[in-house]
């Protein structure tokens, strides 16, 4: 079943046209993975579909769960159940882990958190991916490293359980062990009626996934599509021959 369906977009950055006319379905239950050079638009991608107000839609559609989301604002996409990690994510001083988690499941449930059993949920997934207990009480990502914030975005997808994932380069700086860990976390996530997109540059996260599609974006469009080994044939040659 149809979940993301994108027509035809094209998106500006400032003045600067970034996504060109691209097209995009992914069905339920899918993984798919974005991989093109730099500058291709992939993040770019992520935040049209999420309505960063930074970046403009000139023309094109998206339809998410058969409604059209290509005006609503993020917190109204959020609410329909869409999810974006980002690759750097901020530093929120004097707001704590568990407050902020508890916070983002109401307003996108709607319905009151009963504490004690969100408390052990949390802990539960913090466990599984390896943070310390104690950061559920510290400010939101403030000292944490680069492997723990990004831990930290899979353990808020886990939480908010999205109906679509759009994780942007999450395996970008963290070394083995936190990215073995991380795909750890997307595979506790994934189910047949949930769905990933995935952005990165590389084979290191995805060799532990189960991925349906992978779409080279050259120039604001996706050019090619195909399985698993085409993620490793351009990790093995690189973009050059898609560039031509």
Known sequence: MELLKIKDLHA??????????????????EVHVIMGPNGAGKSTLANVIMHNPEYNIESGE?????????DKKADEIARLGLFMSFQNPEEVPGINLTNFLKTAKNSITGEPVRLFEFKKEISGYMEKLDINSTYA???LNVGYSGGEKKKNEILQMLTLNPKLAILDETDS?????????????????????????????????????????????????????????????IDKNGFADYIK
Do not use: P, W
Request: hydrophobic content about 40%; glycine content about 8%; charged content about 25%.
């Open 137 to 139: 009480n510290r400010d």
């Open 62 to 70: 998206i339809i998410f769960d058969g409604e059209n989301v290509t």
């Open 173 to 233: 700086g963290l070394d083995v062990d936190a990215i073995k860990t991380v795909s750890q976390g997307i595979n506790m996530f994934k189910n047949e009626e949930n769905s990933i997109l995935l952005i990165t540059h590389s084979m290191k996260l995805i060799s532990d996934l189960k991925v349906d599609y992978v779409h080279v974006l050259v120039n604001g469009k996706i050019i090619k599509t195909g399985d698993a080994s085409l993620a490793a044939e």
């Open 12 to 29: 500006k950055a400032g003045e600067k046209d970034i996504l060109k006319g691209l097209d995009l379905t992914i069905n339920k239950g």
